[in-house]
């Protein structure tokens, strides 16, 4: 039990810096949920219920839109087809019982399966779930504020506190390099994920990126493996 | 709020959910050498596609940003102290526009 509380604690503090990064998407979602014509109810019940900043943004646009369910239906599926692989990765690494199987989703976000997936030789459950109530209660409490108080409670600009979503992903993304070719896979899907943004695909590049990179990776390895100089 | 409203952001909540409940229902335990290395790669391939994401919405200071990355990588490299390297990469860029605004 204590040592499922630690854990719950690690993955809590785990996250800070990221509630600290997520607080002006959360004042910024407020804003525009609210210039989209919702009222405070709408506003604070999305980000009880849907607790997802992208899905949460379209789904305020398109309710003042007045647009039609099956784009609706559309946009939120393309917006959160990513999530399959998180759950595929998470579940390799995480060893997590029938019932937790079904409430670790509940509160999945980007930054839950960042720090998840980089403690995953110490991660479990407890971690993972301190991991999202501490971003869930920070995302909810600035949605909170930014109802309550709209943009100009704190100059994140100035203070370049948006900086740090980046940064935390950067930090993370080179403590789980190990191996030339994780270098290599780093590259390729960072070259993809810029094509993917010149080419404005959105929120597509996730998931093509996360598709094609780790290939690119596998027919590297292959090569390796053939060449006659691979030890 | 109309009761359509309330509907479309439950459904929009039960859609949500089904796609990140997803990955961890499917049960693929039978898993090839090859799909072990793909998934080895995918967190590494998401975690570049969430930097050069949110890097691409704060062209501002790119310069100072990309030096503030790049020492942030190597206190993570040399010493493995996640908070260190954030807590150095976000003061070497207040430095860097301390520096920079006091110059201009």
């Not at chain 2, 930097?51 to 990355?69: C, G, I, P």
Request: hydrophobic share 60%; glycine share 6%.
């Amino acid at each position: 039990m204590k040592t499922r509380f630690s854990s719950f604690r690690r993955g809590f503090a785990s996250v800070l810096s990221l509630c600290v990064a997520g607080a002006p998407v959360a004042l910024a979602y407020a804003a525009v949920a609210r210039n989209a014509g919702l009222n405070p109810l709408q506003i604070q019940l999305m980000s009880l219920t849907i607790y997802s900043a992208a899905t949460q943004i379209a789904l305020a646009q398109l309710l003042s839109a007045d647009a039609a369910v099956w784009t609706v239906i559309i946009t939120i599926v393309v917006l959160n087809l990513h999530y399959l692989l998180y759950g595929l990765t998470l579940t390799k690494y995480i060893k997590l019982s029938r019932f937790e199987r079904f409430l670790a989703p509940l509160l999945l976000t980007d930054s839950v399966y960042a720090v998840a997936i980089a403690e995953r030789e110490h991660g479990n459950f407890a971690f993972l779930l301190g991991a999202e109530v501490g971003l869930f209660f920070s995302w909810n409490l600035f949605t909170a504020l930014g109802i309550l108080f709209g943009n100009g409670l704190i100059d994140f600009q100035s203070a370049h506190l948006d900086f740090v979503a980046p940064l935390t992903f950067f930090v993370l993304l080179i403590s789980m390099l190990r191996t030339r070719l994780d270098f290599t896979v780093a590259i390729f899907a960072a070259v993809i994920a810029g094509l993917c943004h010149i080419a404005g695909l959105g929120s597509m590049t996730v998931i093509i990126v996360a598709i094609v990179a780790p290939m690119l990776g596998i027919w590297v390895s292959e090569l390796q493996k053939r060449s006659p100089t691979a030890s | 709020m109309t009761m359509d409203h309330f509907w479309i952001i439950v459904g929009a909540a039960l859609l949500v959910y089904i796609c990140r409940a997803s990955g961890f229902v499917l049960n693929l335990k039978a898993a090839s050498p090859v799909w072990e290395r793909f998934l080895h790669f995918v967190p590494i391939a998401i975690f570049s596609v969430l930097v050069v994401s949110a890097m691409t919405k704060q062209v501002e200071m790119l310069d100072f940003k990309l030096v503030a990355l790049a020492f942030a990588g190597f206190i993570i490299w040399r010493t493995r102290q996640f908070g260190l390297a954030v807590i150095a990469g976000i003061g070497v860029l207040w430095v860097l526009t301390a520096i920079g605004g006091s110059a201009g």
